[in-house]
């Protein structure tokens, strides 16, 4: 971290805000600089907040991070791929992973059909909304612990591990069985859930804010990882942009460059991003093609009759069809499915 002094500090102040910074663990190196002095900050910086040490002394003039903000999720320091392996369903470092299911549980029959249809063609793990996060308060809200007893049932039929997501703290008993539990987008920066979360034993599958950026995706990251739990997989899932034409923009870029800062290893929801079935395909296709760990797709029976997010639903039959082509592509690169 660099910090910027004014002209002609007061040496007193100067002293003043030395000894501060001396207390925060850091190697300090004062440098006198032509026009303005510079004090270098040496070390981990993660707990300094930049506003605070411009607003603690009149003499500063900027603060500048040139390290990242965050430090258990990043790769620097955690240089191998973090693989999250729940009873041998893998996602992460050479492997690639398939979550898929519909948007919401609705009934036995759907979860069942679905569960063994998406098996068979080579689904990792089996998702399905017991709590939805719903814009309209009159739109359906998910069966809540019901949905996640079906959920179970599903998982007891085919053995398919289950994703579901959380919606808040007092739920938290109702996952005790769940083996994934799913941070939505909505919720990326419910920093309780996730500090919450970070005690907690099971993998979380943190999906990217409507209008989050990377780093702050990365931040929300770290407070799971900060908390002791280290089993954290990134979904992106399509960003708000002024195009209407999608449901979002699915941020393709946002897979390399993320790969390149962390070690936690990252999905991509095609469903969500694209918000139409037909592009599900090949957003799926250029998901691996950008080095994605894996795919969450939404699935449904009957997608006409789907009770939410129909739109963007496959049947089994193009799920399949999709998975194919998957498969060839994550060959190509090098990914075990
Ligand atoms: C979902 O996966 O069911 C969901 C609600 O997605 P998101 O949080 O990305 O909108
Ligand atoms: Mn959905």
């Given at each position: 971290?660099?910090?910027?002094?004014?002209?002609?500090?007061?040496?007193?102040?100067?002293?003043?805000?030395?000894?501060?910074?001396?207390?925060?663990?850091?190697?300090?190196?004062?440098?006198?600089?032509?026009?303005?002095?510079?004090?270098?900050?040496?070390?981990?910086?993660?707990?300094?907040?930049?506003?605070?040490?411009?607003?603690?002394?009149?003499?500063?003039?900027?603060?500048?991070?040139?390290?990242?903000?965050?430090?258990?999720?990043?790769?620097?320091?955690?240089?191998?791929?973090?693989?999250?392996?729940?009873?041998?369903?893998?996602?992460?470092?050479?492997?690639f992973g398939v979550i898929a299911?519909?948007?919401?549980?609705?009934?036995?029959?759907?979860?069942?059909?679905?569960?063994?249809?998406?098996?068979?063609?080579?689904a990792?793990?089996?998702?399905?909304?017991?709590?939805?996060?719903?814009?309209?308060?009159?739109?359906?809200?998910?069966?809540?612990?019901?949905?996640?007893?079906?959920?179970?049932?599903?998982?007891?039929?085919?053995?398919?591990?289950?994703?579901?997501?959380?919606?808040?703290?007092?739920?938290?008993?109702?996952?005790?069985?769940?083996?994934?539990?799913?941070?939505?987008?909505?919720?990326?920066?419910?920093?309780?859930?996730?500090?919450?979360?970070?005690?907690?034993?099971?993998?979380?599958?943190?999906?990217?804010?409507?209008?989050?950026?990377?780093?702050?995706?990365?931040?929300?990251?770290?407070?799971?990882?900060?908390?002791?739990?280290?089993?954290?997989?990134?979904?992106?899932?399509?960003?708000?942009?002024?195009?209407?034409?999608?449901?979002?923009?699915?941020?393709?870029?946002?897979?390399?460059?993320?790969?390149?800062?962390?070690?936690?290893?990252?999905i991509v929801d095609p469903?969500?991003?694209?918000?139409?079935?037909?592009?599900v395909?090949?957003l799926s296709?250029?998901a691996v093609?950008?080095?994605a760990?894996g795919l969450m797709i939404?699935?449904?029976?009957?997608?006409?009759?789907?009770?939410?997010?129909?739109?963007?639903?496959?049947?089994?039959?193009?799920?399949?069809?999709v998975?194919?082509?998957v498969?060839?592509?994550?060959?190509?690169?090098?990914?075990?499915?």
């Amino acid at each position: 971290m660099i910090i910027m002094l004014k002209q002609n500090p007061d040496k007193q102040e100067v002293e003043k805000l030395t000894s501060m910074l001396e207390k925060e663990n850091v190697t300090i190196n004062y440098v006198h600089g032509k026009f303005n002095d510079v004090i270098g900050l040496v070390g981990d910086t993660s707990h300094l907040d930049e506003n605070t040490i411009l607003a603690s002394s009149d003499i500063v003039e900027t603060v500048t991070r040139v390290s990242e903000p965050y430090k258990a999720v990043n790769r620097k320091f955690h240089p191998d791929d973090t693989c999250i392996d729940v009873n041998g369903a893998k996602i992460g470092g050479q492997h690639f992973g398939v979550i898929a299911g519909p948007c919401s549980v609705e009934s036995e029959e759907q979860m069942i059909q679905v569960a063994k249809a998406v098996k068979d063609s080579g689904a990792k793990f089996l998702r399905g909304g017991a709590f939805k996060p719903r814009t309209s308060p009159y739109a359906f809200q998910g069966l809540h612990g019901e949905g996640i007893r079906l959920l179970l049932e599903a998982k007891k039929e085919t053995g398919l591990p289950i994703v579901t997501e959380i919606m808040s703290i007092a739920h938290l008993d109702l996952f005790n069985d769940v083996d994934v539990i799913q941070v939505g987008a909505r919720n990326m920066q419910n920093f309780d859930l996730l500090k919450e979360l970070g005690h907690s034993n099971k993998p979380i599958l943190l999906k990217r804010g409507l209008s989050s950026t990377m780093e702050e995706l990365l931040m929300s990251a770290e407070y799971i990882l900060a908390g002791g739990n280290k089993k954290v997989i990134l979904c992106e899932r399509g960003i708000r942009t002024f195009e209407k034409a999608t449901r979002n923009t699915l941020d393709l870029s946002a897979i390399p460059l993320l790969k390149s800062k962390t070690h936690l290893p990252i999905i991509v929801d095609p469903s969500h991003a694209a918000g139409i079935a037909a592009l599900v395909e090949p957003l799926s296709k250029a998901a691996v093609a950008v080095g994605a760990d894996g795919l969450m797709i939404e699935v449904h029976n009957n997608p006409k009759m789907a009770r939410c997010d129909g739109d963007q639903s496959l049947t089994p039959l193009q799920f399949d069809s999709v998975m194919q082509k998957v498969k060839f592509l994550a060959s190509v690169e090098n990914k075990i499915m």
